[in-house]
């Protein structure tokens, strides 16, 4: 778990050391205390042109709770009438601080221990995912399936803490600030802090309790309120500074004060343009009340609006199942947990840069994924089955929609430098998709480890269909379930048979591919898959340099085990090849990466480091036909490191160096979409 907390930037300009140094040595700097009298706690806002020696000079005679000088104020502890403050020249402003309120019905409880013992059937690996009636009612499946599994964006909760230690919180970047004991570990004493971020961050697919918005996102936490649920107004606005400074691109306040203060306007205004969500409350809380905050309602699973004043949206608020201390699984209501719900999902329009459609009661994430026919390309029918064995996380035929158009996207040509070019192939459903409401045929006592291919093929008589070119690729979606088999990522069979696996798939006189897609992964995973699809068509046309110079490390013993060295000759390599993926073995020189490693990993790296920002150079973006090219210097910028991206990326740039395949008619193939076309037709 990595947890980074810091001292905040509010404590670090050389004007605040100074005026730390002058309160330490005047023994008059404490933690923060919650006081019974609100009305003793004090916000001085500076006179603008109060030079930084008068103000130190009269800070030194008074009992500071809280310095922001982003701000120009401190808060201090006192019996003086404002009026009398507002005398000395050091003073613009003085107001009473403000009590807040954790949005929160009183009605959290404690369900079940779901995290030491794991329901079955778990679909997705989350077991209570089933009971997150919140998580399908915002339609946030549809954004995650679109993104990379690690959502890259900072997300500030000011709020009581955060449970850190909690099983869900297992890879979760987390940092922040405690603002009421004024140190580095915000840890929630209270729970409030620790359910709302269960909502926003709780970890999804990892075998456990829950499914939060966001997964292995970067939560600030930012504590404001004690155990008993108490603070003041001062210490969110400290709070927003830190948030604004530490550069949080979404802030989330599940809680406010009735009361409006010029310093919470101000730090509201000092966070500018991040996207800020609060919750509205039954009545009119700050800072929801702000026109630059969203103020977010609680909305019931029946979708009707729960009483909130001056809410702007509304969002799950009613019995949502979240994290609470001591490691447990508890449900929560109120407007808090509204306005979680809406701070996850403007950090996924961030990350999807979707319009966020609001429709005046609950914000939506919508995926706008329109169809178009792409003239000069080559149709590949594809015939869909999706077998729904159990409650899938992402909706399957969304997936199936966004597959193949990133595998279409996925045959232009070096379509890095040319996104919106010619694509050589568009994948296009044979029939509207079959769905089948329960477990695929059960597995042939012979292949029980995969799907009993022969049975659905028997089912759709796909042999007749295959052979009347109807149908050029089969597509399964279901469960890895060990009940009816896990399926083989990708299968082929027919006269130019290629790795089956020993699979049952039926031969019918064409080559033909059988694709089965997990619906419990996100979009990635589907091209991932399909990219040891192509690596098969590679093997197939050019062994030597695929088992030598792809897979080096399996290479010495396919040559030995199967005799092949003889037939190879000098066309073996570990440096050159159209998905050699060793940058150092020639001089820092590339190729273009297999499926698991992009072109700049390095040796003994490992695997699926699509994030590895190492340069390398690369003919892969500019090879041409004779073998030539331009070497380009780039890393993992060139897909955005994420791995749905290099995915895309490398099937649009391979192959490189130089290989010639040849068509039937004599004509180079300039890229697996024609190895594959080739094979199959």
């Known amino acids: 778990m990595k947890r980074i907390f810091a001292m905040p930037r509010l404590l ?64 201090i502890r006192t019996g003086q009438a404002l009026s009398t403050l507002e005398q000395h020249a050091v003073v613009g402003i003085a107001e009473y601080d403000a009590p807040l309120t954790l949005l929160q019905d009183d009605d959290t409880d404690n369900p079940l221990d779901a995290l030491s013992e794991p329901m079955r059937p778990a679909p997705p690996p989350d077991p209570l995912y089933a009971q997150q009636w919140n998580i399908q009612a915002i339609h946030a499946p549809d954004a995650w399936m679109r993104l990379p599994r690690q959502h890259d964006i900072s997300v500030a909760i000011i709020d009581s803490g955060i449970c850190a230690e909690h099983d869900e919180f297992s890879g979760v970047q987390i940092t922040g600030y405690d603002f009421v004991e004024q140190d580095a570990y915000p840890q929630d004493k209270h729970g409030h802090g620790c359910g709302v971020a269960g909502i926003i961050g709780a970890t999804r697919q990892n075998g456990i309790g829950i499914a939060g918005l966001l997964n292995e996102a970067h939560l600030m936490a930012l504590r404001v309120a004690d ?8 210490n969110i606005a400290a709070a927003l500074v830190y948030a604004t400074d530490n550069s949080a691109e ?14 919470m306007r101000r730090a509201v205004s000092y966070a500018g343009e991040i996207p800020m969500v609060a919750a509205a409350g039954d009545a009119i809380y700050y800072p929801a009340g702000y026109e630059t905050v969203l103020a977010v309602g609680s909305r019931n699973q029946a979708g009707q609006a729960i009483d909130s004043n001056g809410a702007d949206v509304y969002a799950p608020g009613v019995d949502v199942l979240t994290t609470g201390l001591d490691n447990q699984i508890v449900t929560m209501s109120g407007t808090s947990v509204a306005s979680a719900h809406m701070a996850g999902m403007v950090a996924l329009d961030l990350l999807t840069a979707d319009e966020m459609r609001v429709d005046g009661t609950l914000a939506e994430m919508v995926a706008d994924m329109p169809v178009q026919r792409l003239a000069g390309a080559r149709e590949v029918k594809v015939f869909v089955v999706v077998y729904e064995s159990s409650i899938p ?165 396919w040559l030995t085990d199967e005799d092949h060295g003889r037939d190879c000759d000098d066309s073996l390599s570990d440096t050159t090849g159209f998905v050699a ?8 020189v590339s190729a273009c990466g297999d499926v698991h490693s992009p072109p700049n990993i390095l040796p003994g790296t490992g695997a699926y480091q699509y994030s590895e920002t190492n340069q390398v150079a690369s003919m892969c973006e500019d090879w041409q036909r004779d073998g030539t090219g331009t070497y380009q210097v780039f890393g993992c910028e060139r897909w955005n490191c994420n791995e749905r991206d290099y995915q895309i990326w490398w099937k649009q740039n391979i192959p490189a160096l130089g290989y010639e395949h040849r068509d039937s008619d004599g004509s180079i193939l300039p890229n697996w979409w024609d190895y594959l076309w080739d094979m199959e037709n």
């Open 12 to 75: 670090k300009s050389s004007s605040y050391r100074l005026w730390l140094l002058l309160l330490l040595s005047a023994g008059l700097l404490g933690v923060f205390v919650t006081l019974h009298h609100p009305s003793e706690r004090v916000i001085v806002h500076f006179a603008p042109d109060s030079t930084l020696a008068e103000r130190e000079a009269w800070s030194v005679t008074q009992e500071i709770e809280l310095a922001i000088p982003a701000l120009d104020a401190v808060v």
């Open 227 to 234: 155990g008993a649920g108490e603070g003041y107004a001062s």
């Open 250 to 263: 979404v802030i989330n306040m599940s809680l406010g004060t009735p009361e409006d203060t010029l310093l």
């Open 393 to 557: 996380l992402y909706d399957p035929l969304k997936l199936n929609d966004l597959t193949l158009l990133d595998m279409t996207r996925s045959s232009i040509a070096h379509g890095y430098d040319n996104p919106n070019g010619q694509p050589a192939v568009e994948y296009v459903l044979a029939d509207e998709p079959v769905v089948i409401n329960g477990a695929p045929p059960a597995p042939d006592p012979n292949y029980r480890a995969d799907y009993n291919y022969a049975a659905i093929y028997e089912d759709f008589d796909l042999c007749a269909r295959i052979q009347a070119h109807e149908v050029d690729e089969v597509w399964l979606w279901g469960e890895a379930n060990p009940d009816f088999g896990n399926g083989l990522e990708w299968v082929t069979n027919g006269p130019e048979l290629q790795w089956t696996w020993g699979s049952n798939v039926p031969d019918c006189g064409r080559t033909i591919t059988t694709m089965w897609f997990e619906y419990n992964r996100e979009v990635a995973l589907a091209l991932h898959s399909y990219g040891h699809r192509m690596e098969g068509a590679f093997m197939l046309r050019t062994p030597c340099q695929f088992m030598t110079a792809t897979y080096p490390w399996a290479g010495e013993q």
């Open 581 to 588: 993926r060793t940058h150092a073995n020639n001089g820092n």
